[in-house]
């Protein structure tokens, strides 16, 4: 049965009734999982869960930590719904590791880390259940396992810290995975931002065999929506973004805002093609030859193809076209962020009079990695999905001020004060 929803205006209960409804999930942390229900009958935010990887998440430059967790999209939504929204905050440097980038052993507590979790003591329960370098099938299948911090395995160490913590260090407390937890939380509303990374990793490094494939994705995918079925929570899922649509890759016509050096001088010097693909490591690269005047190989990870450019939005595509499919076979709401990279990618973002961010490599959209927005491009995600919920039950929840958000956030420090020309986006 497709799930109806009803048009009634949500409850807004005080910060502190609601953290007190949090912390009741005590009493409910060793029952059963609810019962299946045949529809939702009327929409409440109050419980909200995110399922998702490292953009709900708030990863950003080159690791998970709070600065911009707190500013992560789902965080931004759950303070414009005025409803709690507990994270698992990381402290200092961060944990995790971005594609494309160098990967660091794991040595957690790191530097500026005490405890790793800033909540100390942990919250027992955090409502953004998004874990950077999840795939689709990791939602599943993924679960922590002790010991906490795993020297030899990076994403079970993060698992555990987001998933796992502070159940890892009790006794006698169930592991879930990711679906299993959002289960257990008697979400009211559910946001799915799932598998992006199933295509970012290949696409980062420029190794196609990395791609999810179209059938292990529907069959991981289906899974994932019949188990937040099993809950009575409105449901709302994410379109995949295309990583070609971002600022880690540049192309050739583009990179001489960032390298000094026109295309056809890229060409001749480093015999790239015309639809070749620069990466930050490529920019950087020929940016310091060109500074030191010594032109030699570019290292490996620095110019990505169109063959593999090409297959990696082949991908999106149909993994996209599986996405809508399902939510329309599951009753739930689409927000297509795929169109909204695109559009940043064609024409900006204007926060102001006087600022206009691009999808360019330091432009202001995106963080250092240059695949995960910064703080006002998840406010811009944050405003699209609240937009679409006012539209679709009829709520009045107030959208973020992109100018505000826009003066502390670390992605925006090079972006100079100009004019905006016309048809980028506001």
Request: with cysteine.
């Amino acid at each position: 049965m497709q799930t109806v929803y009803c048009r009634l205006k949500p409850r807004h209960p005080s910060r502190n009734l609601q953290l007190a409804r949090v912390s009741a999930l005590l009493v409910l942390f060793l029952l059963p999982a609810a019962p299946a229900r045949a529809q939702v009958s009327f929409f409440d935010p109050t419980n909200f869960v995110v399922m998702g990887e490292g953009l709900a998440a708030g990863m950003a430059d080159f690791g998970l930590r709070s600065v911009y967790q707190e500013k992560s999209f789902p965080a931004q939504m759950a303070q414009q719904m005025d409803v709690a929204f507990p994270q698992p905050l990381i402290q200092g440097g961060g944990i995790g590791s971005a594609p494309g980038f160098p990967s660091l052993p794991v040595r957690l507590p790191g530097p500026d880390q005490g405890a790793v979790r800033k909540d100390f003591p942990p919250q027992l329960f955090v409502f953004n259940l998004s874990v950077p370098g999840f795939r689709v099938s990791d939602a599943l299948t993924r679960r922590p396992t002790p010991p906490l911090v795993q020297r030899n395995d990076e994403l079970q160490s993060v698992t555990n810290l987001i998933l796992g913590y502070p159940s890892l260090i009790l006794k006698d407390k169930p592991l879930w995975t990711q679906a299993e937890y959002a289960q257990r939380m008697r979400p009211s509303l559910v946001l799915i931002e799932l598998g992006y990374y199933d295509v970012l990793e290949a696409a980062a490094t420029g190794d196609p065999s990395r791609l999810t494939s179209v059938e292990n994705f529907r069959a991981s995918y289906s899974d994932v929506l019949k188990a937040v079925r099993e809950t009575d929570a409105a449901l709302i899922v994410l379109t995949i973004p295309d990583p070609l649509d971002t600022a880690y890759f540049t192309p050739l016509d583009r990179a001489s805002q960032n390298v000094l050096a026109s295309a056809a001088d890229l060409q001749a010097l480093y015999n790239l093609r015309p639809d070749d693909l620069l990466t930050p490591n490529g920019l950087t690269a020929i940016a310091l030859q060109l500074d030191a005047n010594e032109i030699g190989p570019l290292p490996p990870g620095s110019v990505i193809g169109s063959d593999v450019a090409a297959q990696v939005r082949s991908r999106v595509g149909a993994l996209n076209q599986v996405i809508q499919s399902l939510a329309q076979e599951n009753g739930a709401l689409v927000y297509d962020l795929h169109g909204l990279f695109a559009r940043v990618r064609g024409s900006g973002l204007v926060v102001s009079d006087t600022r206009v961010l691009t999808r360019d490599y330091l432009g202001g959209f995106y963080s250092l990695n240059g695949y995960y927005p910064g703080a006002t491009g998840h406010a811009l995600i944050a405003n699209e999905v609240l937009s679409l919920l006012n539209r679709t039950f009829g709520t009045s929840f107030p959208l973020i001020d992109l100018a505000q958000v826009a003066q502390d956030d670390p992605a925006v420090r090079f972006i100079p004060l100009k004019k905006p020309s016309s048809g980028e986006l506001q």
